[in-house]
């Protein structure tokens, strides 16, 4: 299987921050990757899928880039809405897989 | 839009078979280019993708940590398809989602529309 380590485990922002969170696979899945962000009781929300593409409705300051093992999503500009736990998911093959998450949290 | 609902028991006995249904509307699970998949959340923990099924061709896949308990079936006629776990232990206590799945080109893999998700707990 592969194995999705991102980091950091949390990041403490305020409004207006940029933050970054990556993701790193144990083999590379060129640019299978996607990004999922979810709120506290609710189920997780696609944000970016193949690295770099921003699903339909998702606002411009969220922004994905890498390939290979290497990943990163940004958040420019953090909104309040935007405190909540990301992950990321790989679809290189099965079984898909996801990061252990990434908590963005008030300062 | 497509919008999706998990239903069934929220306690399970340790030993039996955890059997969840996701109702599907707004779209056909029959139709082409999505698959229908299940992932759950142990409490304050990460993702676990558990399988999928792709209609259409009538084929799934499981994860292997879960392969040997897991089966996921299809009723087009009532436009849902199904989860069932065996053999359960309090491990598999967690929130069940149910999930579409993109299955064509650049979005295949991805999760574009999920219930709400249904904790489950596995006690006696």
């Known amino acids: 299987d592969i194995q999705l380590t991102q980091s950091p485990s949390s990041v403490s922002a305020s409004v207006g921050d940029r933050v970054t969170i990556t993701c790193r696979a144990s083999?590379?899945?060129?640019?299978?990757l996607g990004w999922y962000q979810q709120k506290p009781g609710k189920a997780p929300q696609l944000l970016i899928y193949?690295?770099?593409s921003l699903q339909s409705g998702v606002p411009r300051r969220f922004r994905g880039s890498g390939s290979g093992t290497d990943f990163t999503l940004t958040i420019n500009n953090l909104q309040p809405e935007d405190f909540a736990t990301y992950y990321c998911?790989?679809?290189?093959?099965?079984?898909?897989?996801f990061g252990q998450g990434t908590r963005v949290e008030h300062k | 839009q497509v919008q999706l609902q998990e239903s069934g028991p929220g306690l399970v006995k340790p030993s039996q078979t955890l059997s969840l249904t996701c109702s599907v509307s707004?779209?056909?699970?029959?139709?082409?280019?999505?698959?229908w998949s299940w992932v759950r959340q142990p409490a304050e923990k990460g993702l676990e993708w558990i399988g999928r099924?792709?209609?259409?061709?009538?084929?799934?896949i499981y994860n292997p940590s879960l392969k040997s308990r897991v089966t996921i079936s299809a009723d087009t006629s009532r436009n849902q398809f199904s989860l069932n776990l065996a053999s359960v232990t309090a491990a598999d206590t967690a929130i069940y989602y149910c999930?579409?799945?993109?299955?064509?080109?650049?979005?295949?893999?991805?999760?574009?529309?999920w219930g709400r998700g249904t904790l489950v707990t596995v006690s006696s």
């Open positions: 999930a579409r799945g993109g299955d064509t080109g650049s979005y295949s893999g991805y999760f574009d529309s």
């Open positions: 099924i792709y209609v259409g061709g009538g084929t799934t």
């Open positions: 193949v690295a770099s």
């Open positions: 998911q790989h679809t290189r093959y099965f079984p898909l897989t």
């Open positions: 083999q590379d899945i060129s640019n299978w």
């Open positions: 707004g779209g056909s699970i029959n139709s082409g280019n999505y698959y």
